[in-house]
């Protein structure tokens, strides 16, 4: 009798884990951002400034999980270099959060993110892992999709990460914007094609360095698709 009940609370939990998962939606993205990277420093000693030689075109890759009114995403930036006067930089982000759909086509999200850079050594010819550094905190952001003529539609969003922390420089202080607007294309229910502007700002200050600033800006056209699955 015993293993009876146990086999009966067995079957009815993997019956309940069937059907919750047969209610998750998913969605899988990919984009392609051709951009250029402009970064100002300045302390009290002076100032510098510098621009990528040519735009980067970066990957970028997102999947996301959906239960009703709420969704867990993941999506990366894969690593992309910039080819800059001083020394070539290379860099990929990631971030993870959840996110509420607080009114058809809008949405709430909370979450983390996490940006790992290194610079190429031009005495060594090679890349310096003893400069890899790594921002990492929290970010919310929203967004938002308008539907326009036939199967054209608006979208944009915007993430603020207030308060970045940066290792190995722990007492410097980071604000991190992402803004992106655009015009989408539906070629059915699950298929959507994208085009739009994407703009970041990396706002750097640590008052332990002679109240170092820096400034990060990369701005440019990304071109995106997207799938429901």
């Known amino acids: 009798m015993k293993f009876a009940r146990t086999a009966i609370v067995l079957a009815a939990a993997l019956g309940a884990g ?5 209610d998750i939606q998913f969605s899988g993205g990919l984009k392609a951002w051709n951009h250029s990277f402009d970064i100002n420093a300045a302390n ?7 621009s990528s030689n040519f735009n980067t075109t970066s990957t970028l890759l997102s999947v996301t999980a959906r239960k009703g009114e709420y ?9 992309s270099t910039y080819a800059l006067n001083t020394g070539d930089i290379k860099r990929q982000d990631s971030d993870i959060a959840v996110g509420w759909n607080f009114m058809p086509g809008y949405s709430v999200l909370v979450g983390q993110k996490v940006i790992k850079s290194k610079v190429y050594d031009l005495d060594l010819q090679s890349w310096n892992n003893s400069s890899t550094s790594t921002d990492k905190g929290a970010f919310i952001a929203l967004t938002g999709a308008q539907s326009l003529k036939d199967k054209f539609f608006a979208y944009e969003s915007i993430a603020y990460a207030p308060k970045l922390k940066s290792s190995p420089e722990t007492n410097s202080s ?4 992402t803004l992106e607007v655009g015009l989408g294309y539906a070629l059915d229910n699950k298929t959507q094609l994208t085009i739009g502007v994407r703009n970041q700002k990396y706002d750097l ?6 109240n170092y ?14 799938y429901n699955f």
């Open 71 to 79: 969704f867990l995403t993941y999506s990366m930036l894969l690593p």
């Open 205 to 210: 200050s640590d008052p332990s360095r002679g």
């Open 174 to 177: 980071i604000k991190f914007t």
């Open 213 to 226: 600033n820096q400034m990060v800006k990369l701005n440019g056209l990304i071109f995106g698709a997207s």
């Open 18 to 22: 069937s059907a919750m998962a047969q």
């Open 44 to 50: 009290r000693l002076g100032s510098s400034s510098d």
